[in-house]
């Protein structure tokens, strides 16, 4: 089936500083990719939709200038964690729909991100 | 209430037992997820199914639009089958299920 990657699988870092973590699709196009984010024991929340050449859309609640996110090519999207606080720390999940955007979902293997 | 409802949130099961998980549902969908998390956080997508059902080895999924309600079957359970399994729909935009977290023991 499709690949997705994700970049880095964990990190930690100091309170104040910026992540970046990268999704990949390795083996198709898309032009749009999900960014979720799971507290322990909680089930996904959808954060945003990446959108390839425009601005992302962010669900309620989810600052748009604290989660940067880029969607630079067909096959990447970043998102960027900004002046990280411990509150942030969580599993950061991202997906791609193969084929056209409601196709089958595929997920990269998330990023758990520790603020310090 | 939740849009995505999920029963049982627990279940432990011995190896080759059958198991069911069932999910509800509250709004217009296009099509379900039935999604498995293992410890580390890997998601992988088992099935997406709109109508019907699909088998996949020991796996089987059906839906019922009608009564928006989906069901997640294993048959002949094993141990590595021990993780959590998430319902998600196609809605609007994609609505996950709390999960339920399975364990099958040898």
């Known amino acids: 089936g499709a690949v997705v990657s994700q970049h880095p699988s964990w990190v930690i870092c100091k309170s104040g500083t910026s992540v970046k973590i990268e999704c990949r699709s390795l083996d198709f196009q898309a032009t749009t990719m999900f960014w979720y984010r799971q507290f322990p024991k909680q089930s996904l929340m959808l954060m945003a939709t990446s959108n390839e050449g425009s601005k992302a859309t962010y669900e309620q609640g989810v600052e748009k200038d604290k989660f940067l996110i880029n969607h630079a090519s067909l096959t990447l999207s970043t998102l960027t964690v900004t002046s990280a606080h411990p509150e942030d720390s969580s599993f950061y999940i991202c997906?791609?729909?193969?084929?056209?955007?409601?196709?089958?979902?595929?997920f990269g293997p998330g990023t758990r991100l520790t603020v310090l | 209430k939740n849009e995505v409802e999920q029963s049982p949130q627990n279940l432990t099961a011995q190896e080759g037992e059958f198991i069911t998980i069932n999910c509800s549902y509250s709004?217009?969908?296009?099509?379900l997820h039935w999604l498995q998390q293992h410890p580390g956080g890997g998601i992988v997508s088992l099935f997406m199914l709109s109508s019907g059902k699909k088998k996949h080895g020991r796996l089987i999924a059906t839906i019922n639009i009608q009564e928006k309600h989906s069901s997640l079957h294993i048959t002949a359970s094993h141990p590595r089958d021990s993780a959590v399994y998430i319902c998600a729909v196609v809605g609007d935009k994609l609505i996950f299920g709390t999960g339920t977290r399975l364990q099958v023991f040898p």
């Open positions: 997906s791609a729909p193969y084929g056209s955007g409601n196709g089958e979902q595929f």
């Open positions: 709004v217009g969908i296009s099509a």
